[in-house]
């Protein structure tokens, strides 16, 4: 099913990035992206790197795997396989425009460490500080079911890779630096990804 898995990516980047993007131009004048930033080699920038090549090697999986340039770990797949992931195809896909939604103006593609935006904890918020990647890599994981191929695969671990460094090195360090103790106090009772899961509290 590659096909699906690549009509379903292109979806997912009009709604989640161009979408979105425009609605925030439209309330604020910016396109919300605040690009690759940090110096050469620092964590910031790393994060940028692997997650525009996650973004990138998404969509080309199952395009490489339609043209026969990579080859399926399984041509066939099967209708359990293609049931999850339809389903973390919409979900994440939903979930996701759900969250940016509940972040309003203060949703950015990185980190604009010249702005102070308000705490969102509201929403999804309210149970994960950041659900945007949560479901960023649900999206993904369908992908790799509908298109099992090892350049999906490695695609979705950038992802990973990525999200970790980007969260720890700079997502987070930027409102505890910002909203101090407000801050620190609502990720002591919210999950990292998922709820109940790295909490400040219990790092």
Not at 1 to 16: E, H, K, N, Q, S
Not at 17 to 23: D, E
């Amino acid at each position: 099913m590659p096909g699906t898995a690549l009509v379903a990516y292109v979806l997912y980047v009009v709604l989640a990035f161009g979408l979105r993007s425009a609605i925030h131009y439209r309330a604020t004048g910016t396109t919300g992206y605040v690009g690759l930033s940090g110096r050469v080699g620092s964590s910031e920038w790393l994060a940028g790197v692997l997650f525009a090549a996650a973004a990138v090697g998404g969509g080309l999986a199952p395009l490489a795997q339609l043209l026969g340039i990579v080859a399926p770990w399984r041509t066939d797949v099967g209708p359990a396989a293609a049931a999850v992931g339809f389903g973390c195809l919409a979900l994440g896909i939903a979930a996701t425009l759900w969250s940016q939604l509940a972040m309003g103006t203060s949703w950015r593609v990185g980190v604009d460490h010249a702005t102070k935006t308000a705490l969102v904890a509201r929403g999804p918020f309210r149970w994960i500080r950041n659900p945007i990647f949560t479901w960023m890599t649900v999206t993904n994981a369908g992908l790799v079911l509908l298109a099992p191929n090892a350049l999906a695969f490695a695609s979705l671990a950038l992802l990973l890779i990525a999200l970790e460094i980007q969260v720890r090195a700079v997502e987070e360090p930027f409102p505890l630096r910002t909203h101090g103790a407000e801050y620190r106090r609502y990720a002591a009772t919210t999950g990292r990804f998922v709820p109940g899961l790295g909490r400040l509290a219990d790092e």
